[in-house]
């Protein structure tokens, strides 16, 4: 049962992206492409989410979130719109390492990411705001009781989180792949977060080695 929300109120569905490539570094920034494993997530979102009234699909420009977003954007019979400003931190980097192979890859870097921080070369506000305005200007195209859904990054989705709960850690939220976030946005500009990384439709398809351990923490159960 999809939370309920006031007929005057736009419905975000956030989406991270699925399961993507380990990229090394090249002359350009790094955009890498989704695993077998990750195409099979992305059709179980499409699945999961197309039965939502989904009006517009958005999506990060990044070819890991765009990949993700084409199956539900087929279901439905409509173009995403692919929004710069849901581009991931790190979409100017020349290599991509997917967050679960980071500890071994970039140990400093996975720690600071486990503190809930953003890496330090970011401008964190420059980035949260960013991230707010293109989530506030897809909200204002879609005014009334709409449902828009958006495919963007753990990152994105984060800072977007954070400044609507009004917390100071950019990074709280351990977002599986393809996990959903909902947040409702009033005509008058509230949000509110309804549920964060839900994986019910796609929990089978999780890998447990690319689970992302939470701020401060491995997952309970889990070692470090």
Do not use: K
Not at 105 to 125: K, T, Y
Not at 138 to 150: D, E, K, L, N, Q
């Amino acid at each position: 049962m999809t939370p309920s929300t006031s007929p005057r109120e736009v419905r975000l569905i956030l989406v991270r992206h699925a399961l993507p490539h380990r990229v090394s570094a090249g002359s350009s920034a790094a955009d890498p492409e989704l695993t077998e494993l990750g195409h099979q997530q992305a059709h179980r979102v499409a699945d999961a989410v197309a039965r939502e009234g989904v009006t517009a699909v958005y999506t990060s420009p990044q070819l890991r979130a765009r990949q993700t977003a084409a199956p539900l954007a087929q279901l439905l019979g409509v173009a995403p719109t692919v929004a710069a400003g849901l581009a991931e931190f790190d979409s100017n980097d020349a290599s991509y390492v997917p967050v679960h192979e980071m500890a071994e890859a970039s140990p400093a870097l996975w720690q600071r990411l486990r503190a809930g921080q953003l890496p330090a070369h970011v401008d964190a506000p420059a980035f949260g705001a960013r991230v707010s305005e293109a989530f506030a200007a897809i909200s204002r195209a879609h005014p009334g009781a709409r449902t828009v859904a958006c495919f963007a990054h753990a990152g994105t989705i984060n800072v977007y989180l954070a400044g609507v709960l009004g917390m100071d850690r950019p990074l709280a939220f351990p977002l599986d792949y393809t996990g959903i976030t909902r947040v409702s946005v009033s005509r008058g500009g509230r949000r509110v977060a309804r549920t964060v990384n839900e994986i019910a439709h796609v929990a089978d398809l999780l890998d447990p080695a690319t689970t992302p351990a939470p701020p401060g923490g491995p997952r309970p159960g889990r070692p470090p």
